[in-house]
């Protein structure tokens, strides 16, 4: 199984600008560079491309020459020709704050769905704290119970606590405080008490302290304790008089208030009483109080800020809205520095860090305050549209986390003094509540309370760096042939083209369907369009140059969900949010808005049809959300089959009664085991969350059964996904599967259209939701998604081939398997490119990723670095494996030899049972199929061997013992390229001696001087001639036989003489005069030098035909 590590011969990151890769030094030599004199603007350096990349080439060691002139191109915006520091401060200057944009966007907070704990309060939950000892989350409502949570949120103790000074009806408990380093809590009442609590003992909650007799009733209160002095801390308390109180203990690891004394004989009772007036006048050695009455209306909140010592309060008064109270030594009142705020303050917050206050104004703003500057705030955060109720810090991302009354959530940056995010409509509906807001840093989690109930929003865990392909969540992205382009869409309703084979962002569309949400996309025939389909109940059609050319009303003027568009040869069909299938006809396409028409084959489903897929020339498949799948003929429209294997028989209610609720847990498009509740959804309700930004819509609805059990039983039958295995034409109709599917709770089916049965079922991805897939033009591979993010890849090329009399549950063999996304995958698509198989997945997290069927990551769409599709050959780990075992000696040959000829007969007869010729399609024995023998036959292996021990050869002098080169040691046959050369009787040849002509070389070969002396007169024949001999003894009996016969021939045949004679007439003559003087100069020349030596030289045999013409001319 392969894993998702990065293969550096597969992905190569080419295109890394160069300005990303300039430092401050280069920054600064180019600088000093171009300002020398020059004829530029300010008398500076000004050149064109070709002097400018030859300076960057001297002065940086950057870059190449295109890459310079690339540069030059993006800095020469206007086309002059000329560029100087300025042109190029300028484009640096902007391709940073890009960058920084970017780098911002990665920062922006990603919330799992919003969850509703069962609470076991009864009336309005105050405050929500967290302990550090126990790790623990405590609730504590009006009424006085306390409920106890875990890490995971599970809840373990629910307490009421009592209060003797007054009756259980009347009491009210208004705050808390946790105690962290001494493990107690303290609670606030309306009696004007506040008790302390040990949480240590076994008897847990018991109050050991109570403070009695205060003047006004406690509101708020905060504690701090001395990280370098373990028995001193600090409570300050905030009341209904506008007072602040500082609590200064001296001694809390012995106790918080001096013990009174007690007559002897007398116990000691188990909660001591303080006296509130006895604290004023300074009479408690452990404690001291401090306080400051500088509010005219209630104490909102209290906290004490330990970076500036002081205590920082607020109230909802214009005068005085936030005070600072600082404690002077031995005095018993504090110095205050006041805020006017207009309307006042319902909240605050402090960052020690950034050294900022931030507050929830009664104005609908939220300010950002220097702590020493009180004329006015250092930032202004617009946006609520009612008063703030909440804000808290989020100190490690640099946040500001806000909340109105009206419902609505916003993120901050700080720095920026931008909103980052906006969540609104999730939250409870109901008239004016109570809220509180606790967000808890170390876990990500925000904690709001709506009177009795408890909300959860939870980060999902943040990926560093992560790029994202889309501001919100991506629903679909699919694949262009004609211009090698990806087209995806998001819940923001934007759409973006991006170039394939870079990763880059070509063209960008906002605002595509207004604020409503594309659900799903889809191409034209000819793929120069492309559709939008949208949760308003319309579908696009737009051109690439953002162009709408028209609108199609799918939803009759109401919103609908469509999950997805079918474009045929004449019509297109949209599906998703009814039983019928609704159909466009092309000739319609000639003006702008275009009604449906007349499907003619009526109502075939009993549920909403959720997909389809098309088969040319003529069949379609429709599969609806019970499970059934209908086969249609597009020609005549109506239905043909149905495939009801796994079909959920149910009463289904009337669509015109169905409307779509938001519960508590709503699911993302993913039904998973785990759900209890499921909501409805309508024909002609508008989908709430349509205009949401982190909560997709829900594929959900009412059950008959509320059981745990027929939620499962449902899920099992729901299809998300159907595709026809268009290789596989051939094969249903001798029982093999030619269609597959996939939906709810993780199942994948294998379909025969034909004989309208299931071939086989298994279940791909375990404890899931629903699953999405996409399977290869050759139907090799299918790719599964889960709601989980995880990636399968599934080896179908010899799966459900041949009929089987049971059903299959065995999988296919899984080929890799990888997690590319840390949420639910929305569509997958898959290309080829550079014969490479590609997988392009859309997801929730915003990201749209190219990898390839190995689970190598080509990259992230919109990612700064190019990347580059190159040819992938994956190494196989078989051969691997068989490289890393010792070869084989010749007595372990010798020792399988007999067993491999015994088995040679077995082995043939397992290929004939294996593989089915007669049952194989037409496809599988076309000489272009690539079939798959690698790890299959016995030949593949052993080429395979041999050839995974090439490619370890780098040097000849470390060559490995290939069998071909060491077959004399090995004793195995010789093989590659020369294996059939027999070269055993090499061995005994002996040496070779040189031959005569390289001993004697100046015997048959003249030198180069030799050659410019040279006489032009060639050699007489004579001086050549070493014996005499005549014609007779030079040729061959049958030849001078055969020569003689001709003569006569040509004597006799006076026809054939006169014809001759005719044709060869005008050449016989000019050749006569030159072969008789050839003649008399052959045989002077034979006669001469015949006189001197004694001997006679040979006779030509241009001589010979001469005198030979000559005889037959007389």
């Not at 699953?771 to 290869?776: D, I, P």
């Not at 079939?931 to 021990?949: A, C, D, F, N, P």
Request: charged share 25%; proline share 4%; aromatic share 8%.
């Amino acid at each position: 199984m392969a894993s998702n590590t990065n293969n550096s011969n597969s992905v190569l990151i080419y295109g890394v600008k160069l300005e990303n890769r300039l430092n401050i030094q280069d920054l600064q030599q180019l600088k000093s560079a171009f300002m020398k004199t020059g004829d530029g603007y300010n008398d500076r350096l000004s050149l064109d491309k070709e002097e400018f990349c030859k300076l960057l080439k001297n002065v940086l060691t950057k870059g190449t020459y295109e890459e310079h002139c690339d540069l030059f191109d993006k800095i020469d915006v206007t086309k002059e020709r000329k560029v100087d520091w300025d042109k190029i401060a300028s484009h640096l200057l902007l391709e940073y704050v890009e960058k920084d944009d970017r780098v911002k966007a990665t920062q922006v907070p990603q919330w799992k769905n919003i969850k509703s704990l069962q609470s076991p309060h009864k009336d309005v939950i105050q405050k929500v704290a967290f302990l550090r000892n126990t790790s623990r989350y405590i609730v504590i409502s009006k009424e006085g119970t306390i409920s106890t949570w875990d890490n995971q949120l599970h809840r373990q103790k629910t307490i009421k606590i009592h209060n003797e000074s007054v009756k259980p009806r009347d009491m009210w408990v208004t705050n808390f405080i946790v105690l962290q380093n001494i493990n107690k809590i303290a609670l606030a009442f309306t009696s004007k008490e506040i008790a302390f609590y040990d949480l240590s003992s076994k008897l847990e909650f018991n109050c050991q302290y109570k403070v009695v007799g205060l003047e006004h009733t406690p509101l708020s209160m905060d504690y701090w304790s001395d990280p370098e002095n373990a028995n001193q801390a600090t409570m300050v308390l905030g009341d209904t008089g506008g007072f602040v109180y500082a609590f200064l203990f001296q001694s809390v690891n012995i106790a918080l208030f001096d013990r009174p004394h007690q007559p002897a004989g007398e116990s000691q009772e188990q909660t001591i009483m303080v006296d509130f007036r006895k604290l004023q006048k300074g009479k408690f050695k452990n404690c001291r109080l401090v306080k400051h009455n500088g509010h005219k209306d209630w104490t909102r909140q209290v906290k004490y800020a330990s970076h500036l010592e002081c205590f920082i309060s607020c109230a909802t008064t214009y005068q005085n809205a936030l005070v600072l109270g600082w404690i002077e030594k031995a005095k018993q009142k504090m110095k205050l520095t006041t805020f006017n705020i207009t309307q006042g303050v319902n909240s605050f917050d402090y960052h020690s860090v950034i050294n900022l206050i931030g507050t929830a104004g009664v104005d609908h703003q939220v300010c950002l305050w220097n702590p020493y500057v009180i004329s006015k705030p250092v930032g202004v955060l617009r946006g609520h549209m009612a008063p703030v109720l909440h804000v808290q810090f989020n100190a490690s991302r640099m946040q500001l986390i806000s909340f109105s009354k009206d419902k609505v959530l916003r993120v901050w940056d700080v720095q920026l003094q931008v909103c980052l995010q906006r969540l609104a409509g999730m939250f409870p509906k109901g008239p004016e509540m109570a809220t509180s807001m606790f967000f808890h840093d170390e876990r990500n989690r925000l904690f709001i309370t709506f009177n009795y109930q408890l909300t959860l929003l939870e980060m999902k865990p943040e990926v560093k760096d992560r790029v994202l392909s889309h501001e919100k969540p991506v629903t679909c992205a699919i694949y262009n042939t004609t211009y090698n382009q990806v087209v995806s869409a998001c819940q923001g309703s934007t759409v973006i083209v991006w170039m394939l084979d870079t990763g880059q962002k070509a063209k960008q569309f906002l605002n595509c369907h207004g604020n409503s949400e594309i659900t799903t996309l889809a191409f034209d025939q000819s793929e120069t369009r492309f559709m939008t389909g949208s949760t308003d109940g319309t579908v696009k059609i737009w051109d690439f140059n953002g162009h709408c050319h028209n609108m199609l009303n799918a939803g009759m003027g109401g919103p609908v969900d469509i999950y997805q568009i079918v474009t045929l040869k004449r019509s297109t069909l949209i599906l998703g949010w009814d039983r019928y299938i609704t159909v466009f006809r092309n000739q319609q396409l000639n003006q702008f808005h275009v009604e449906p028409s007349d499907w003619k084959g009526g109502q075939e489903h009993q549920d909403d049809i959720l997909c389809a897929s098309f088969q040319p020339p003529s069949t379609l498949a429709t599969a609806s959300y019970d499970g059934e799948i209908v086969i249609w003929n597009t020609n005549s429209e109506v239905a043909s089959r149905h495939l009801r294997d796994r079909f959920l028989k149910k009463s289904m209610r009337s669509r015109e009664k169905t409307r779509l609720t938001l519960k508590s847990e709503p699911t993302f498009l993913s039904i998973s085991k785990a759900a209890t509740q499921t909501s409805m959804r309508g024909k002609n309700t508008p989908s709430l969350l349509a205009n949401k930004d982190d909560v997709m819509r829900p594929i959900t609805r009412a059950l008959s059964s509320s059981s745990e059990d027929s939620v499962d039983e449902q899920n099992d039958y729901i299809i998300t996904r159907v595709a026809f295995l268009e290789a596989r034409k051939n094969s249903s109709a001798a029982g093999g599967a030619n269609l597959v599917s996939c939906g709810g709770n993780g199942w994948v089916r294998f379909w025969n259209t034909s004989k309208n049965r299931l071939i086989a079922e298994f279940v791909a991805h375990q404890h899931v939701g629903l699953l999405v897939m996409a399977a290869s033009k050759d139907n090799h591979f299918l790719v599964t998604g889960d709601s989980d993010g995880n990636i399968k890849v599934w080896n179908i090329q010899e799966y459900c081939l041949r009929e089987s009399d049971n059903i299959i549950t065995q999988p296919p063999p899984m080929s890799a398997s990888w997690q590319p996304h840390v949420d639910m995958i929305n569509h997958i698509t898959l290309c080829e490119r550079n014969d490479r198989l590609l997988i392009i997945t859309a997801s929730l997290d915003c990201s749209v990723q190219l990898w390839d069927i190995y689970g190598n990551q080509i990259g992230v769409f919109g990612q700064e670095d190019h990347w580059k599709i190159e040819q992938y050959i994956p190494v196989n780990e078989e051969a691997e494996k068989e490289d890393e075992e010792p070869m084989r000696t010749n007595e372990d040959e010798k020792e399988q030899l007999p067993q491999l000829s015994e088995d040679n007969h077995d082995f043939s007869d397992e290929v004939a049972m294996e593989v089915d010729a007669d049952n194989l399609p037409e496809e599988y024995f076309e000489p272009l199929t690539k079939v798959s023998t690698w790890g299959k036959t016995r030949l593949g292996k052993g080429y395979q061997e041999i050839r995974s021990r090439k490619r370890e050869r780098k040097q000849p002098g470390t060559i490995p013992d290939l069998p071909y080169l060491t077959s004399d040691k090995t004793g195995q046959p010789p093989a590659g390229p020369y294996g059939a050369l027999v070269v055993n009787q090499l061995d005994t040849v002996g040496t070779l001696k040189r031959p005569d002509f390289v001993v004697h070389p100046h015997r048959y070969f003249r030198s180069t001087e030799d050659e410019g002396k040279q006489d032009t007169k060639l050699p007489s024949i004579a001086d050549e001639l070493k014996t005499a001999f005549d014609e007779r003894s030079f040729f061959p009996k049958y030849i001078l036989e055969y020569e003689a016969k001709m003569k006569s021939h040509h004597r006799n045949d006076p026809e054939v003489a006169l014809n001759l004679q005719k044709k060869d007439l005008p050449r016989r003559k000019s050749r006569v005069w030159n072969s008789n003087n050839n003649f008399s100069t052959s045989v002077a020349n034979i006669q001469k030098p015949a006189t001197k030596s004694g001997r006679l030289t040979p006779i030509t045999e241009k001589q010979k035909q001469s005198s030979r013409l000559n005889e037959s001319m007389s």
